[in-house]
């Protein structure tokens, strides 16, 4: 019989209200491995244990007291940790960030409302980079966020801590934070499924301060129909009537269910960075992806990224300015680290008149990319990330913040564009390089069409396996 680790979130669900597995003893199952493994791997910042163990305790009265299992929340029991930029009210939220090691929430996000009414149980805050403004997951407050399939490698980031949970065992799925391509980042780099959905599909984060709609809550899942189901509890109404993505009712795990049909699919694997190109088992990869798809009879077109080197200065202005937004005290400047203080300092050159046309530049992307190349393809397919994940310590060690910010920029040029853009964008871990690193591939769909693009990835997943846990799962 499996591990408890080695059971989906579905699987967790089902054993709950079938009364085969407690919610207590799939949390104190999880924190025991936590505990054993979380120095070395540095997946979580807080542990949240007590939390947990009353959360736990609390579903198994209601498995106890309901009348019939369909009156149970759809996920009473299954432990979703939250990456530590969002707050949880009584929870230490450091945002990855050494000036707010002390902080306490104050709140709940409305993400933590929906995760709690489903009936998860949080085994603590995922580990961060700082801000969420890095594609590595390093910093002051909590060990490095560590490769699971090779812990002296990076495990991507800003959701760093998040990918490793669910890729290591230490979480079924984890809740991440995805605001220039963090949850997709780090979910390729570790070899899970990642995330993230239209914007407006789930409201943004209140302590996000991102007045450019970039940043959205997504998903990491070791499967596809995990990674829906858990959409399904996080999605609701958004930012404002401009952005609610659509919905017809249907779940996204029906979507899983469902045959995609045959698509037109774009694919590229031109960076939208100039001067950077993919390693070549990461093209490698791309190419089989290519022909996979034609195997299961979709039709593949070439295309283009949607914005081009344009859309790498969009960025680039708005990076620089997200930076300047969270509130760092005169007294704390100094503990925040190189490259956050060198962004800020970008964003206070950066004119006010720049970013607002670079703002609006972002808005014009957004409906050129609609009436363009939506018109076009289903789906984009390029690779995740243009590098395979590097060793601890290669974007800052012995460098400047500059050159971190364009060995970020080279490791990981394909992602924000979906930020840019708004579209829902996920990463499947379908192959694995020589050295044994999995190596992700990046579907991107129409706004608002979540349903199409996991139905997709539910096909490909099948036809290819995607791994359940890395070899520290059975530790």
């Known amino acids: 019989m499996p591990q408890i680790h080695e059971l989906s979130a579905l ?163 984890a809740h991440g934070v995805d605001g220039l391509g963090a949850v997709r980042v780090a979910a390729s780099a570790c070899g899970v499924v990642g995330v993230k959905p239209s914007r407006g599909r789930v409201p943004a984060g209140i302590f996000t301060p991102d007045p450019f709609g970039l940043t959205v809550p997504g998903v990491v899942a070791r499967t596809v129909a995990d990674a829906a189901a858990l959409l399904d509890v996080l999605s609701g109404g958004g930012e404002g009537p401009e952005w609610t993505a659509p919905r017809d009712g249907t779940s996204f795990l029906d979507c899983v269910a469902r045959d995609p049909g045959r698509l037109r699919i774009g694919v590229t694997a031109v960076s939208p960075v100039p001067g950077v190109t993919p390693d070549p088992e990461v093209r490698a990869a791309f190419e089989r992806t290519c022909r996979l798809l034609e195997s299961l009879g979709h039709e593949l077109v070439e295309t283009a990224p949607v914005l081009g080197p344009e859309g790498d200065r969009i960025l680039d202005v708005l990076w620089f300015t997200m930076a300047r937004l969270h509130t760092v005290r005169a007294a704390h400047a100094r503990e925040l680290r190189p490259l956050t203080s060198w962004l800020r300092g ?48 290669w974007f800052t060690d012995g460098v400047g ?33 020589a050295e044994g690193l999995p190596i992700g591939m990046m579907l991107t769909g129409r706004w608002g069409e979540e349903g199409t693009l996991l139905s997709l990835c539910a096909q490909l997943e099948a036809s290819r396996g995607v791994a359940q846990a890395s070899g520290l799962s059975a530790a």
Request: glycine share 8%.
């Open 346 to 393: 970008m964003g206070r050159l950066a004119a006010g008149l720049e970013v607002v046309r670079a703002h609006a530049e972002l808005d014009r992307a957004m409906r050129d990319a609609m009436l363009c190349q939506e018109a076009a393809v289903d789906v984009v397919l390029t690779p995740t990330l243009a590098q395979q994940p590097p060793p601890i310590g």
């Open 11 to 173: 699987e967790l669900a089902a054993a709950v209200r079938s009364r085969v597995l407690s919610p207590v003893e799939i949390a104190e199952h999880y924190l025991g491995r936590v505990a054993a493994l979380n120095a070395t791997t540095g997946a979580y910042v807080t542990v949240t244990a007590e939390l947990a163990l009353r959360q736990a305790r609390r579903a198994e009265r209601l498995v106890l007291q309901a009348a019939s299992p369909d009156e149970l929340p759809p996920l009473l029991g299954v432990p979703v940790p939250v990456q530590d930029l969002t707050p949880v009210k009584g929870v230490r939220l450091t945002l990855g960030s050494a000036a707010y090691r002390e902080l306490v929430a104050p709140v709940d996000d409305p993400v933590v409302v929906r995760l709690r009414e489903a009936g998860t149980v949080l085994l603590g805050k995922t580990t961060t980079s700082e801000f969420g403004l890095a594609c590595f997951t390093e910093s002051d407050v909590a060990p490095p966020a560590r490769n699971p399939w090779a812990p002296g490698r990076s495990a991507g980031g800003a959701a760093g801590g998040a990918a490793v949970a669910a890729s290591a065992g230490l979480a079924p799925v």
């Open 401 to 433: 913040p500059a050159e971190t910010f364009a060995r970020m920029k080279a490791f990981s040029p394909f992602a924000a564009e979906a930020n840019l853009t708004g579209r829902p964008s996920v990463t499947l871990p379908l192959y694995w390089s």
